[in-house]
């Protein structure tokens, strides 16, 4: 059985084939959004070399990376749909189905790798939670480095971004550019070169790797070190597809999906700091935001805390005093 074939036939027909799921002995296709040479992607490839090769090919695992089988946008709905078994997808831009997944990307709550796994160690349970109703499960999760303010202007308070357009790749992003008074549209990580090229984006927040996937020094020259949050792609499986194997498959997964979560974090902070240097070289001015523009970010910060609380009710008062806690 082809799972790519029944994935584009049952896409056109808008079904979802959740009664298609892939058993043992089968390949499944394995959606990315984000550039094939990026260490979220690199990982998610030797995950399923991993699976591949400890299940001597029963199970065939074939990542596909920048949006080239599905775009970043509905990665999560064909793996909840069963359209594809298994694939990955940013956490925090799924804030639609529910408040719990933009809980990494709030200002300031965790600023640091070591306070990033703290929240998501909080988090988890909850994330899980709520994936299962939706008959998903996740396999890993793994680290964006600190997020930054990209412009082509010098920015040295949130009133300097007034009017200016703004690249945004979640709720909380278009947000934060809104109470900015900048002009948020939500872009893909794959479409960005065009996006700034042709100047519908001027500023973006996102870490320098993003920035140096997308050689951005080709079209802003500031990036701002205002290590405001630390979001997480997550790497989902349908529960169907994954019930459909047996209990060795299953663990073979798992012990590869431990494996690739600990390479992931232990890439993103190897690198953290590399990305930044790469910024520079390449002629970006790279700096501290101004104690200004900090300040309004903590504010900004803290109004979207409050925002996010009153959405995410008890549930998430919850997790952050268990983040709190530890
Ligand atoms: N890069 C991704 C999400 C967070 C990040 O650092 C992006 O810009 O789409």
Redesign the pocket.
Known sequence: MKFAKITLAGFAAGLALTAQVAVAGERWDMPL??AASNYHSENAAQFAQDVTEATGGELEIVAHPGGSLFK?GEIFRAVRTGQAPIGER?ISALGNEDPMFEIDALPFLATSFADARRLFDASRGAIDEILAVKGLKMLYAVP??P?GLYANIPINSAADMNGLKFRA?NAATSRLAELMGAIPTKI??AE?TQAFSTGTAES?I??G??GYDRKIWEHVEYWYDTQAWL?K?MVIVNLEAWDGLDDATRNIITEAAATAEARGWAKAEELANWYKDKLMENGMTVEPPSDQLAGDFRSIGEQMMNEWLERAGAKGQGVIDSYNAN
Do not use: C, I, K, R
Request: charge should be negative; hydrophobic fraction near 35%.
């Open positions: 959004a984000y970043g940013l964006w480095p997020q790749y893909e990580a960005l973006m996102s870490s790797s993003t979001p792609n």
